[in-house]
């Protein structure tokens, strides 16, 4: 409420004054099916965002950011003894459990609903793994250790409002600092969700970070040249025209195409997709009908691929050759599948050449 004011002194007048308590939610974008999990820093999170039938199950399943948002105020969610708790904002002390608050993972996982994804919150599965780098000291073991090319080292913090998004912000003190980690994740959601998984979710088409005031640091061109040497993905900000993630690398070594994020995820791709038909054969006659079946229905999959520009070119053998009278005696059914994967542009040269006017243009 206002303060009151003394106004019975002096000339006649009237004094009008605005008290503005009024925030506005936060825009996201088109809703997709792209599934993040996303391990909190608070172990109690569970308890207290979640319903009962999550609490039983030791994870939370949050569709979007209105879902997310709900779980403060609604005191169906979360529990201390019989009673349901309600939270003012992710900041409130009544979430501080052993001194863990609530602010770093529900701001992490806000972040990322931004992009439209659904989260698992509580544990992972197979997918990506985005390490949160933000300014600390350190450097990703880059190789070829099984699954490098399943991590992504992201590098940034970002400075945004908090949950009631009105004009009381006066001060930098008084912003958000979150990791960027989670916008990452968000990228690879909008990418799932506008073009495909084997797209490069980085660069000015698909890797603008929602949600950001200013960075707490915007890398030096040469801190960018040592951190993408090192295999980590900085966010940038570029004046005038947004902030966006500036890499697409994964831990995998760089002597490998899985070194980059679309390639890597186009196997995770083709892996599930193909993955499926080869579990649906299980246990099927282990003949010539069998291995056409596969062999019809991986094309069509990888025919569709390379149409979105996925792929260069693929083939599939699933024949005699490789299914000898042998393996077919041993139960063993044999499937190669060779794909050449379309490459994403880290390094673009344009050349300008001054010529005379009568000099011949070739």
């Known amino acids: ?15 009008v004054t605005v008290d503005d308590q009024s925030f506005v939610n936060l825009i996201t974008e088109d809703s997709n099916t792209h599934l993040s999990a996303y391990i909190p820093t608070n172990t109690n999170i569970v308890n207290l965002l979640g319903n009962t039938a999550e609490r039983d199950q030791g994870y939370l399943e949050v569709s979007n950011l209105d879902n997310w948002h709900k779980r403060l105020r609604d005191s169906t969610f979360g529990i201390s003894g019989s009673a349901g708790l309600t939270y003012a904002n992710p900041e409130d002390e009544k979430a501080d459990v052993a001194g863990r608050g609530l602010s770093a993972d529900w701001y992490s996982v806000q972040n990322y609903l931004l992009y439209g994804g659904q989260a698992i919150v509580g544990f992972t599965g197979d997918g990506v793994a985005l390490d949160d780098l933000g300014q600390q000291t350190y450097s990703p073991t880059v190789g070829d250790s099984q699954f490098a090319e399943n991590k992504i080292a992201v590098y940034g913090f970002k400075k945004h409002l908090g949950y ?24 690879l959601a909008r990418t799932d969700s506008t ?45 005038g025209e947004g902030t966006f993630l500036f890499g697409d690398k994964t831990h995998k070594s760089t002597t490998s195409t899985l070194s980059r994020i679309n390639v890597s995820r186009l196997f995770i791709l083709l892996k599930r997709d193909i993955g499926r038909i080869a579990k649906s054969l299980l246990f099927e006659q282990n003949d010539a009908d069998t291995r056409r079946t596969f062999l019809n229905r991986a094309t069509r999959i990888l025919e569709g691929i390379r149409a979105d520009r996925g792929v260069f070119d693929y083939r599939v053998v699933c024949d005699e050759s490789n299914n000898p009278a042998e393996r077919i005696d041993a139960n063993i059914f044999v499937a190669d599948v060779f794909v050449k994967p379309t490459k994403s542009i880290n390094f673009l040269q344009l050349t300008f050449t001054n010529k005379n006017q009568d000099a011949e243009l070739s």
Do not use: W, Y
Not at 173 to 184: F, G, M, V, Y
């Open 1 to 15: 409420m206002a303060e009151f004011l003394t106004i019975n002194s002096g000339r006649a007048r009237v004094i």
């Open 195 to 239: 073009f495909r998984p084997f797209f490069s979710p980085a660069g000015f088409t698909r890797g603008r970070i929602l949600d950001v005031v200013r960075l707490a640091h915007n890398p030096t061109e040469t801190e960018q040249d040592t951190l993408f040497d090192a295999a980590v993905n900085p966010v940038v900000t570029f004046p």
């Open 164 to 187: 009631q998004r009105n004009s009381a912000i006066e001060t930098d003190s008084q912003l958000i600092k979150t990791s960027c980690a989670a916008d990452a994740a968000g990228c």
